[in-house]
């Protein structure tokens, strides 16, 4: 079984940016939605796509299965979402040995930018880059669950702190 493992951040300056190793464009929503599981379809760069289901309540730790599906069966599946299309686009950067993920957001939570780092164990320490603003981790309203199915009010959306 797979775990996640991962810490989440608002991102408070664009100092990543200089550093950015690869970046995807994203397309995602969920098919199905619980407080502690949930199935995710997503698409990356209009080419690929998986399916993500995930189990339990943990803010730190989750289980995670990931499976290829085709392009054209994400597209029906996006369809049948709950709420709405989370469209963004993710950027890797390397950090003293670890890979964050920054994610920018487009459309309704244009903005938005977090940055999150997925780690073996939940004793490991990543260094913070200093382009980082407050955790987020555990704070569910910046889950990409309920920033699909929940409205999001807009000074969550804009609370970068600089």
Known sequence: MAKEIERKFLVRTDGWKKAVTS?????????????????RVRTRNDKTAQLTIKFGKGALTRDE????????????????????????????VDFEGFTWEVDVFEGAYRGLVTAEVEMTSEDDAPSLPTWLGREVTGDKRYSNQALATERMRPELVHAISH
């Open 65 to 92: 299965f990931e499976y290829p599906i085709s392009h054209d069966d994400a597209l029906e599946m996006l369809a049948f979402s709950i709420g709405n299309v989370i469209e963004k686009t993710r950027y890797t």
């Open 23 to 39: 970046q995807t464009h994203i397309r995602q929503a969920y098919i199905a939605a619980e407080p502690d599981r949930s199935v």
